[in-house]
């Protein structure tokens, strides 16, 4: 009997070693975007915020050119946010560009103008925002793009 289970014990150890070669640790899969979805936030709060944060100071917001302050960033960033888009960014997606701007950069950098040094020129608003204002910020920007099938129908 002793021995069954220690079989039995020692093939499951086996399989799972087996059926999990190849496949993504734990740890890649947490930091995985698949399946991330924030909860519905306000539009309007969200523009309230990107007006608080300042982050017109160096994006502009696809029609909404008239309606919000210039950029004032020297040099001119000229990454604007929304317009016409193969396809809308995921949540996952607009939230790693406004918490961690340096992991997605322009290849080449563009030195001066959207980097400084090894990363991104952007504020660091990571304790300064609220979730929630980051909610409504992606959702906000989520009204702004506006996808090349979409524009066919």
């Not at 960033?73 to 701007?101: C, F, Q, W, Y």
Request: net charge negative; proline share 7%; aromatic share 6%.
């Amino acid at each position: 009997m002793r021995r069954a289970v220690v079989m039995v014990l020692g093939l499951g150890m086996w399989a799972g070693v087996i059926w999990g070669c190849g496949q993504p640790s734990l740890r890649s899969e947490e930091k995985s975007p698949h399946g991330f979805e924030l909860p519905d936030g306000d539009p309007d709060r969200g523009r309230e915020a990107f007006v608080e944060l300042r982050c017109y100071s160096c994006h502009e917001v696809a029609g909404l050119e008239d309606n919000l302050p210039r950029p004032v960033a020297t040099p001119a960033t000229g990454v604007k946010l929304g317009g016409l888009a193969m396809r809308e960014p995921s949540d996952g997606e607009l939230v790693t560009s406004i918490v961690n701007p340096s992991r997605h950069l322009y290849p080449g950098g563009e030195e001066g103008r959207i980097t400084s040094g090894s990363g991104s020129r952007m504020a660091n608003l990571n304790e300064s925002m609220s979730v929630q204002a980051l909610i409504d910020i992606v959702a906000f920007l989520h009204e702004r793009y506006e996808t090349v099938r979409s524009k066919q129908e």
